[in-house]
């Protein structure tokens, strides 16, 4: 059983940067996606970005495009996600997300099988 943990939620004020981690545990990772989702306070959980664990490709949220970066630690079997130039709609609680395969162009959060706990992101103006 594949389990995620995430760390490196806060706060932080509009313009900063923060830097999620997601620890994988408990399964094989040699083809997988591992993705980040988000859900605000009244919304539904959306898509942020996805990474395949064997060839690094990507995909990004068009929402967050160009201030978000998704990279994969081989050595700690994680995933991180740099976020910078926050504004405050980027407060929300982010999930670590995995599924068995490759297709990383995936958005919906119903088609990952295993989700973290999730870490709260807030971002004040």
């Known amino acids: 059983q594949v389990q995620l943990v995430e760390s490196g939620g806060g706060s932080v004020q509009a313009g900063g940067s923060l830097r999620l981690s997601c620890a994988a545990s408990g399964g094989t990772f040699s083809r997988i996606t591992m993705g980040w989702f988000r859900q605000g306070p009244g919304k539904e959980r959306e898509f942020v970005a996805a990474?395949?664990?064997?060839?690094?490709?990507?995909n990004y949220a068009d929402s967050m495009k160009g201030r978000i970066t998704i990279s994969r630690d081989n050595a700690k079997i994680a995933v991180n996600l740099q976020m910078n130039n926050l504004k405050p709609e980027d407060t929300a609680v982010y999930y670590c997300a995995a599924r068995r395969d490759e297709r990383f162009w995936y958005v919906v959060p119903s088609n990952y099988n295993y989700w973290g706990q999730g870490t709260q992101v807030t971002v004040s103006s």
């Open positions: 990474i395949t664990w064997s060839g690094g490709s990507t």
